[in-house]
Protein backbone atom coordinates (compact mmCIF):
# COMPACT_ATOMS: atom_id res chain seq x y z
CA UNK A 1 0.00 0.00 0.00
CA UNK A 2 2.63 2.40 0.90
CA UNK A 3 4.39 2.02 -2.44
CA UNK A 4 1.60 2.53 -4.26
CA UNK A 5 1.24 5.55 -3.00
CA UNK A 6 4.53 6.51 -3.18
CA UNK A 7 4.29 5.44 -6.63
CA UNK A 8 1.14 7.73 -7.21
CA UNK A 9 2.68 10.61 -5.67
CA UNK A 10 5.68 10.41 -8.02
CA UNK A 11 3.76 9.93 -11.09
CA UNK A 12 1.01 11.89 -10.25
CA UNK A 13 -1.73 9.44 -11.83
CA UNK A 14 -4.41 7.44 -10.24
CA UNK A 15 -4.95 3.59 -10.64
CA UNK A 16 -8.58 3.83 -11.56
CA UNK A 17 -10.00 6.13 -14.32
CA UNK A 18 -13.11 6.71 -12.65
CA UNK A 19 -15.09 7.27 -16.14
CA UNK A 20 -12.75 9.94 -16.68
CA UNK A 21 -11.09 9.95 -20.98
CA UNK A 22 -7.86 9.55 -18.70
CA UNK A 23 -6.52 8.29 -14.94
CA UNK A 24 -4.48 11.48 -14.10
CA UNK A 25 -7.26 13.07 -12.15
CA UNK A 26 -6.98 16.75 -13.72
CA UNK A 27 -7.16 18.03 -17.02
CA UNK A 28 -3.52 18.34 -18.05
CA UNK A 29 -2.70 22.46 -19.01
CA UNK A 30 -0.89 23.63 -22.52
CA UNK A 31 2.59 24.86 -21.22
CA UNK A 32 6.06 25.11 -22.72
CA UNK A 33 8.65 22.55 -21.75
CA UNK A 34 11.07 25.22 -21.43
CA UNK A 35 9.38 26.92 -18.85
CA UNK A 36 8.40 23.75 -17.00
CA UNK A 37 12.34 22.54 -17.09
CA UNK A 38 12.74 25.98 -15.56
CA UNK A 39 10.33 26.35 -12.82
CA UNK A 40 11.46 22.02 -12.10
CA UNK A 41 14.97 23.18 -11.49
CA UNK A 42 14.25 25.98 -9.42
CA UNK A 43 12.49 23.81 -7.06
CA UNK A 44 15.20 21.30 -7.39
CA UNK A 45 17.73 23.83 -6.46
CA UNK A 46 15.26 25.13 -3.65
CA UNK A 47 15.61 21.42 -1.92
CA UNK A 48 19.07 21.28 -2.08
CA UNK A 49 19.33 24.69 -0.47
CA UNK A 50 16.71 24.29 2.30
CA UNK A 51 18.38 20.83 2.66
CA UNK A 52 21.76 22.93 3.65
CA UNK A 53 24.20 20.41 3.38
CA UNK A 54 28.11 20.51 1.76
CA UNK A 55 27.99 17.45 -0.24
CA UNK A 56 28.46 16.71 -3.17
CA UNK A 57 25.57 16.18 -5.84
CA UNK A 58 25.40 14.14 -9.41
CA UNK A 59 24.95 16.35 -12.39
CA UNK A 60 22.26 15.73 -14.76
CA UNK A 61 19.41 18.17 -14.82
CA UNK A 62 16.00 18.31 -15.70
CA UNK A 63 14.16 15.84 -18.53
CA UNK A 64 11.08 15.40 -20.41
CA UNK A 65 9.49 11.95 -20.55
CA UNK A 66 5.91 11.22 -22.12
CA UNK A 67 3.21 11.00 -19.58
CA UNK A 68 1.03 8.06 -20.00
CA UNK A 69 -2.40 9.23 -19.17
CA UNK A 70 -4.36 5.65 -19.99
CA UNK A 71 -6.89 8.57 -22.62
CA UNK A 72 -6.41 9.00 -26.03
CA UNK A 73 -4.23 12.02 -25.88
CA UNK A 74 -1.23 9.25 -24.65
CA UNK A 75 2.09 10.41 -26.01
CA UNK A 76 0.97 13.91 -26.59
CA UNK A 77 1.42 14.66 -22.71
CA UNK A 78 5.13 15.25 -21.09
CA UNK A 79 5.68 15.91 -17.58
CA UNK A 80 9.47 16.87 -16.44
CA UNK A 81 11.73 14.82 -14.39
CA UNK A 82 14.82 16.02 -12.44
CA UNK A 83 16.26 13.14 -10.47
CA UNK A 84 20.00 14.16 -8.27
CA UNK A 85 21.48 12.82 -5.28
CA UNK A 86 23.36 14.58 -2.72
CA UNK A 87 26.79 11.95 -1.73
CA UNK A 88 30.27 12.28 -0.24
CA UNK A 89 29.52 12.85 3.34
CA UNK A 90 28.85 10.49 6.20
CA UNK A 91 25.25 9.22 7.75
CA UNK A 92 25.72 12.05 10.30
CA UNK A 93 25.68 15.17 7.79
CA UNK A 94 22.30 13.16 5.56
CA UNK A 95 20.47 12.97 8.97
CA UNK A 96 20.57 16.40 9.12
CA UNK A 97 20.23 17.34 5.53
CA UNK A 98 16.86 15.32 6.07
CA UNK A 99 15.66 17.08 9.61
CA UNK A 100 16.35 20.06 7.71
CA UNK A 101 14.17 19.26 5.00
CA UNK A 102 10.99 18.15 7.28
CA UNK A 103 11.50 20.96 8.92
CA UNK A 104 11.85 23.82 6.14
CA UNK A 105 10.11 22.07 2.88
CA UNK A 106 6.31 23.43 4.42
CA UNK A 107 8.29 27.10 4.88
CA UNK A 108 9.12 26.94 1.02
CA UNK A 109 5.72 25.79 -0.10
CA UNK A 110 5.50 22.11 0.17
CA UNK A 111 2.62 20.22 1.70
CA UNK A 112 4.60 16.76 2.85
CA UNK A 113 2.39 13.97 2.75
CA UNK A 114 5.09 11.09 4.27
CA UNK A 115 7.91 11.12 6.63
CA UNK A 116 8.54 7.58 7.45
CA UNK A 117 10.35 4.69 5.65
CA UNK A 118 10.53 3.66 2.23
CA UNK A 119 8.85 0.20 2.65
CA UNK A 120 12.35 -1.78 1.62
CA UNK A 121 14.60 -4.00 3.50
CA UNK A 122 16.74 -1.04 4.80
CA UNK A 123 13.46 0.84 5.79
CA UNK A 124 15.34 4.28 4.37
CA UNK A 125 14.11 7.25 5.61
CA UNK A 126 11.84 9.05 3.02
CA UNK A 127 9.68 12.20 2.54
CA UNK A 128 7.24 12.38 0.12
CA UNK A 129 5.89 16.25 -0.91
CA UNK A 130 3.75 18.48 -3.11
CA UNK A 131 4.85 22.02 -4.05
CA UNK A 132 1.14 23.43 -3.66
CA UNK A 133 1.54 26.36 -5.84
CA UNK A 134 3.05 24.25 -9.05
CA UNK A 135 1.80 20.66 -7.75
CA UNK A 136 5.09 19.08 -8.63
CA UNK A 137 5.86 16.65 -6.45
CA UNK A 138 9.22 15.26 -4.73
CA UNK A 139 9.97 12.24 -3.25
CA UNK A 140 13.28 12.12 -1.15
CA UNK A 141 14.90 9.00 0.03
CA UNK A 142 18.09 8.54 2.15
CA UNK A 143 19.72 5.37 1.45
CA UNK A 144 21.93 5.21 4.55
CA UNK A 145 24.39 2.69 2.55
CA UNK A 146 23.74 -0.62 5.27
CA UNK A 147 24.34 -2.52 1.82
CA UNK A 148 27.64 -1.36 1.63
CA UNK A 149 27.37 1.40 -0.73
CA UNK A 150 28.03 4.86 -0.18
CA UNK A 151 24.89 7.22 1.67
CA UNK A 152 23.05 9.49 -0.28
CA UNK A 153 20.00 11.27 -0.28
CA UNK A 154 18.24 10.57 -3.56
CA UNK A 155 15.86 13.34 -4.96
CA UNK A 156 12.98 12.77 -7.65
CA UNK A 157 11.21 15.83 -8.23
CA UNK A 158 8.07 15.61 -10.85
CA UNK A 159 6.31 17.79 -12.59
CA UNK A 160 2.30 17.35 -13.42
CA UNK A 161 1.81 16.04 -17.07
CA UNK A 162 1.33 19.34 -19.43
CA UNK A 163 0.69 19.52 -23.26
CA UNK A 164 3.57 20.87 -25.07
CA UNK A 165 2.77 23.75 -26.92
CA UNK A 166 5.79 26.22 -28.37
CA UNK A 167 8.23 24.61 -29.01
CA UNK A 168 8.80 20.71 -30.21
CA UNK A 169 8.09 19.27 -26.91
CA UNK A 170 11.53 17.37 -26.93
CA UNK A 171 13.76 17.39 -24.25
Known sequence: ???????????????????????LGYEPKSRSTESVKGEISKLSSQIFDVMAIKSKVTEP???????????????ELNRVRHPWSAYGVGNDVMEKGMANLRQGLPEEGWKIEKVGDDGSRNKNAQILAVHE?????????????LDGHEPLI???????????????GKG
Open 133 to 145: KTLSQAEITWLKG
Open 61 to 75: GPNIQPCESGGGDSG
Open 1 to 23: MIAASALVLATGCSSSSQGSENS
Open 154 to 168: EVNLYSRCFRSVGAS
